[in-house]
T-cell receptor, first 117, second 107 residues
Framework: GAVVSQHPSWVICKSGTSVKIECRSL??????MFWYRQFPKQSLMLMAT?????????EQGVEKDKFLINHASLTLSTLTVTSAHPEDSSFYIC?????????????FGPGTRLTVT | TQLLEQSPQFLSIQEGENLTVYCNSS?????LQWYRQEPGEGPVLLVT?????EVKKLKRLTFQFGDARKDSSLHITAAQPGDTGLYLC???????FGAGTTVTVRA
């Protein structure tokens, strides 16, 4: 099946620093990737949609200057949390849409646990 | 944004019992996906339903898509402790997610 990886799986950083999270589709090409965040015992909330070679589309309330998204290739998207603060601590999950799938299934990465101290 | 409502939010049952999770919307979806997520991991796709009235079976799990493609259900027969997890329905281009149903199966 389709595999999506994320790196790192967890990261601890100090307040004010920036953190980059990578999302890779390993065995398929993903023209579209999505970034979600999830708080404990809650569902996933879409942050932004990333299309290869173009600017990301951010959901309402998500600061594009704080959460920088780059989708430089058909297999890699990155999310950079700039000037992180404790309230940014969360579980960040990416997903990739298999362009060859007619139903548009999305496959998720294992997530990245970010803790800002 | 197309909204999906899941019910119940929490479900705790004894091993061997059956359970049903519902996913409802006022919007029509071209397809709906069901995912299962375990703590600290990403959601894993269980099934995609596309056709109104469609029924799909995955071992002890039965998924149904409503005739009008506005609702779906997940039924688990003879639940086992390994079925414990957060079940999520999702649909739409950017995958709107329901709030999820936390299922706990007690041994």
């Amino acid at each position: 099946g389709a595999v999506v990886s994320q790196h790192p799986s967890w990261v601890i950083c100090k307040s004010g620093t920036s953190v980059k999270i990578e999302c890779r589709s390993l065995d398929f090409q993903a023209t579209t990737m999505f970034w979600y965040r999830q708080f404990p015992k809650q569902s996933l909330m879409l942050m932004a949609t990333s299309n290869e070679g173009s600017k990301a589309t951010y959901e309402q309330g998500v600061e594009k200057d704080k959460f920088l998204i780059n989708h430089a290739s058909l297999t890699l998207s990155t999310l950079t949390v700039t000037s992180a603060h404790p309230e940014d601590s969360s579980f960040y999950i990416c997903s990739a849409r298999d362009g060859a799938s007619g139903a548009g299934e999305q496959y998720f990465g294992p997530g990245t646990r970010l803790t800002v101290t | 944004t197309q909204l999906l409502e899941q019910s119940p939010q929490f479900l705790s049952i004894q091993e061997g019992e059956n359970l049903t999770v519902y996913c409802n919307s006022s919007s029509v979806f071209s397809s709906l996906q069901w995912y299962r997520q375990e703590p600290g991991e990403g959601p894993v796709l269980l099934v995609t339903v596309v056709t109104g009235g469609e029924v799909k079976k995955l071992k002890r799990l039965t998924f149904q898509f409503g005739d009008a493609r506005k609702d779906s259900s997940l039924h688990i027969t003879a639940a086992q402790p390994g079925d414990t997890g957060l079940y999520l329905c999702a649909g739409g281009v950017g995958l709107s997610f329901g709030a999820g149903t936390t299922v706990t199966v007690r041994a």
